[in-house]
C-alpha cells in the first residue's frame, strides 16, 4: 500500500473510532471535542483512485441545515 494510502486509511479509521468512542457511556466530550476537529484537519487527500473517475463531492442532494 502506498504511504499516502496508509495516511489516508490511518486518518479515516481514527476517526471512525473516535466517532465509536463518542457513543460510549462515560465518554470524555472534552476530548473528543478537542481531538475531532483537528483528526479532520489532518486527513490528508484521498489517494488516487479512492473516488471513481469524475466524482464530484459537492455534488449531491441538499441537506437541512447546509448552505
Known amino acids: 500500500m502506498c ?13 471512525g473510532q473516535l466517532a465509536l468512542y463518542a457513543d460510549v457511556l462515560g465518554a470524555d466530550q472534552g476530548f473528543i471535542e478537542a481531538v475531532g476537529p483537528s483528526l ?6 484521498p489517494p488516487p483512485g ?18
Open 3 to 15: 504511504p499516502d494510502c496508509e495516511d489516508f486509511a490511518r486518518t479515516v479509521l481514527m476517526l
Open 50 to 67: 479512492a473516488f471513481p473517475p469524475g466524482y464530484d463531492p459537492t455534488d449531491g442532494p441538499d441537506y437541512p441545515g447546509g448552505s
Open 40 to 45: 479532520a484537519a489532518s486527513l490528508p487527500e
